[in-house]
Structures are given as C-alpha cells and as structure tokens.
C-alpha cells in the first residue's frame, strides 16, 4: 500500500477512535482527544505526503513514530484493565499506526533503491 494512503488510513482510524474513547467515558477526559491531535496533523500532511515531498514525508514518519511510542502506556493500562472498548479501541490505533510506518519505511528503501545505481 502507499505510504499516503496508509498514513490516511491511520488518520482516520485515529480520529474516530479518539472520538470513540472521547464520548465513552463518563467524565470525558481530555487526553483522549490527543490521538485526534495526530490525526488532524497527519491529514495537514497528506497532500505532501501524497506529492513525494520529503519534507513532508519525514515529518508524517516523525509524527507517526511519535504516535506509536505514545500509544504505548494507553495500551498497556487497557489491557490491565480487561475492558473490551479501551483494548479494541487501543488495538486500532495501534496496528494502524505500525501499518503506516512500515509502508513509509518501504517507501523511504525503494526510494534509496530507486537512486542507487546497480
């Protein structure tokens, strides 16, 4: 898959997964929407990313990889907690999110392939 189109991907399932996690809760707990922070900054990026711009590129991967270290603790304490719509909810962000790293560092080797004589 393209690295723009998984990187939307992500995107999306953050945000309604942020929402999700948002409207859940009783007391509608702030940190839930940062997910949708990421989103919002992936979809400022994905005309760049989707134009091969480097640039862009390499600051989707950084947000990305940033996302991915955040999700951890989320993760952790809903798996502690035995709660289905925490875990599943963490789960998706979290596979969609290694989904779109790997396609952007596919993309970032067949690049660097791409330029290097054989």
Known sequence: MAPHT???VNAVVL????????????FKSMTALI????????????PGV????????????LLT?????ALYMPL???LESGELGPIVR???MAVTTVFAMVAFIKS???ARRARTPS
């Open 15 to 26: 945000l309604v997964c942020s929402a999700w996690g948002y409207w859940a809760t009783d």
């Open 35 to 46: 997910p949708a922070a990421f989103a919002v900054a992936l979809f400022a990026c994905y």
């Open 108 to 110: 970032f080797r067949n």
């Open 90 to 92: 963490s789960v998706l």
């Open 76 to 78: 952790s304490s809903a």
């Open 65 to 69: 990889f940033v996302l991915l270290v």
């Open 50 to 61: 989707r134009a091969e711009n480097k640039l862009i590129a390499h600051i989707a991967v």
């Open 6 to 8: 998984a990187s939307l």
